[in-house]
């Protein structure tokens, strides 16, 4: 079967998983701390190690698939609640919180109490300072821009902050959460906390709709590509099979 074929499934295989990876995006334009993910790809070339590769064969038999993702790491806006326990992160640095999944990160300052004073997530996970989870009492909440936490001038606790290096692959859980391999949180260099502010999502509502009608036009021109294939194989079939 022609590999052209193959290679505008592939490619309609790829625009479909990339119209999804926007469409998420887009739904989480509202999601506090949220990192926008950008699509990546690759090409597969058909046949394995033993094709020829020289320019023809490569502009014939490349195959485009999805590669994967990586998030886009640039900071959003800070916008002041005057809630004390809204915290924001000036920097690349993240939050530290126990989820299910064990150890994960977040720009998601929305934090709130427990009635036994635990401090944690919109989604119930344990915020983590540097002695575990933090517990204070009721007073008035006092956050310095490096995490110590002070309730009515008493110091209850102090928050963790970590960084990753560029190359970090970090990975998202949902939520505004992701994990992080093993051992490559590195100690704040450059962060500070902000007290009474949330960070808004870092997607851009227009860049993720222009890349949204982008993905929609290569998906439907793959489509294109497919059912030009489809009616040049049933030609074949019914004008040339029989002569054989």
């Given at each position: 079967?022609?590999?052209?074929?193959?290679?505008?499934?592939?490619?309609?295989?790829?625009?479909?998983?990339?119209l999804?990876?926007?469409?998420?995006?887009?739904?989480?334009l509202?999601t506090?701390?949220?990192?926008?993910?950008a699509?990546?790809?690759?090409?597969?070339?058909?046949?394995?190690?033993?094709?020829?590769?020289n320019?023809?064969?490569?502009?014939?038999n490349?195959?485009?698939?999805?590669?994967?993702?990586?998030?886009?790491?640039?900071?959003?806006?800070?916008?002041a609640?005057g809630?004390?326990?809204?915290?924001?992160?000036?920097?690349?640095?993240?939050?530290?919180?126990?989820?299910?999944?064990?150890?994960?990160?977040?720009?998601?300052?929305?934090?709130?109490?427990t009635?036994a004073g635990?401090?944690?997530?919109?989604?119930?996970?344990a915020v983590?300072?540097?002695?575990?989870?933090?517990?204070?009492?009721?007073?008035?909440?006092?956050?310095?821009?490096?995490?110590?936490?002070?309730?009515?001038?008493?110091?209850?606790?102090?928050?963790?902050?970590?960084?990753?290096?560029?190359?970090?692959?970090?990975?998202?859980?949902?939520?505004?959460?992701?994990?992080a391999p093993?051992?490559?949180?590195l100690?704040?260099?450059?962060s500070?906390?902000?007290?009474?502010?949330?960070?808004?999502?870092?997607?851009?509502?227009?860049?993720?709709?222009?890349?949204?009608?982008?993905?929609?036009?290569n998906?439907?021109?793959?489509?294109?590509?497919?059912?030009?294939?489809?009616?040049?194989?049933?030609q074949?079939?019914?004008?040339?099979?029989?002569?054989?």
């Amino acid at each position: 079967m022609d590999s052209g074929y193959y290679a505008a499934c592939a490619g309609l295989a790829a625009q479909t998983q990339a119209l999804d990876l926007v469409a998420h995006n887009l739904a989480n334009l509202g999601t506090a701390g949220y990192r926008g993910q950008a699509s990546t790809f690759r090409t597969l070339l058909s046949g394995g190690s033993e094709v020829v590769r020289n320019p023809l064969n490569a502009a014939i038999n490349n195959f485009g698939v999805l590669g994967g993702s990586r998030l886009d790491l640039t900071s959003a806006s800070l916008t002041a609640t005057g809630n004390p326990l809204d915290l924001g992160i000036s920097g690349s640095g993240f939050f530290s919180v126990q989820s299910p999944q064990g150890v994960a990160y977040t720009r998601n300052g929305n934090f709130h109490l427990t009635q036994a004073g635990q401090l944690v997530t919109s989604q119930g996970d344990a915020v983590l300072g540097q002695q575990g989870p933090i517990t204070m009492p009721d007073g008035n909440v006092a956050v310095s821009s490096d995490g110590t936490i002070s309730v009515d001038g008493a110091v209850v606790g102090k928050l963790t902050l970590s960084e990753f290096s560029p190359t970090t692959n970090l990975t998202a859980l949902g939520d505004a959460l992701y994990t992080a391999p093993p051992n490559s949180a590195l100690p704040a260099a450059s962060s500070s906390f902000r007290q009474g502010v949330i960070e808004a999502s870092n997607v851009s509502p227009v860049e993720s709709v222009v890349q949204l009608i982008t993905v929609q036009r290569n998906a439907d021109l793959m489509q294109r590509a497919l059912s030009a294939f489809d009616t040049q194989f049933n030609q074949t079939a019914v004008q040339d099979l029989p002569k054989v």
